[in-house]
């Protein structure tokens, strides 16, 4: 093959590489676009009605991950056995869990205008950041979100936990750091009973 042939060979490839990497970013925005309107149609637009400011935050946003990650993770659900702090309660009725949740904000002493993080561990949908004095007064909203609801704040150790069996747990610290991100799995001597996280 002579010089020009596979320059212009290289340069076609280039081409085809180029156009790909333009359709697949087309794509994700597309993706994306769809992924936003589904949140806006029910918790975002709920939140938007009620006054609430807000902020949403995607998987690359990398930045305040927050302390969920330093916990024993369990399916769908923190491995509470393994954190000694924790306190939980039964609440059941939608009501109950919102009392529960405002007792835990005041048990951990999270004060009002502290800025939070509500999360679902769903995939293609955000986490949001807003006041804890708005998560209060929304709490029954962000449960309707999904079944399950981790709130927590971003440099902080602590972690409240709507679980969808009707019980809210929460702790100001996560532990043992040798449990963090998989609790779940059997270890010699100690809890079982998790299951792969999510």
Known sequence: MSSDAQSRRLALYAKREALRAQQAGR????QRAREIAAFQRHTGGALQAAGV???????????RRGPLPTYPIGLAS???????????AYGGTENALKALFDEALRALQIAPATI?????????????????ADASTQAITLMHASSD????????TWVIEVHHEGTLTYADRPGSPEHAGDG???????????????
């Open 27 to 30: 794509m994700a925005q597309q």
């Open 53 to 63: 400011h807000y902020e949403m935050l995607w998987p690359e946003d990398q930045g």
């Open 78 to 88: 923190i491995h509470w056995p393994l954190v000694p702090a924790a306190v939980s």
């Open 116 to 132: 939070v993080i509500a999360d679902w561990c769903i995939g293609g949908m955000p986490r949001i950041v807003l006041s804890a």
């Open 149 to 156: 609801l981790w709130v927590y704040a971003a440099n902080a």
């Open 184 to 198: 779940w799995r059997p270890r010699k001597g100690l809890p079982q009973g998790g299951n792969a996280g999510c």
